[in-house]
């Protein structure tokens, strides 16, 4: 079963159900993370981050969120978990 895209404004995110999935396995990595280490980036490097979602034409200024993978970049940034390749290779 699959879900219809979800849309705001004129941007489109994807479907819940992929949405769920994405924020399931960054729960799930941070926990393992964690469980070794700090699961968070500096903060010059969420300044890094997301410089590179400001500029990024995935994100989405009125809610700040990623159109990609739907999530809240200013939360996302902080995490080592499931990093978007655009800011390993910007
Ligand atoms: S998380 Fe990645 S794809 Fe999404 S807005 Fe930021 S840089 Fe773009």
Do not use: N
Request: hydrophobic fraction near 35%; charge should be positive; include cysteine.
């Amino acid at each position: 079963m699959s879900f219809p895209v979800v849309r705001y404004g004129k941007l489109t995110y994807p479907p819940l159900s992929r949405q769920m999935m994405e924020l399931g396995k960054t729960i799930v990595e941070t926990i393992r993370i964690a469980a070794v280490g700090t699961p968070f980036v500096p903060q010059d490097e969420v300044d890094r981050r997301l410089a590179i979602c400001e500029g990024c034409d995935e994100w989405d200024a009125d809610t700040m969120r990623c159109t990609r993978c739907g999530c809240w970049t200013k939360k996302k940034a902080h995490l080592a978990a499931r990093p978007c390749e655009r800011w390993i290779t910007p």
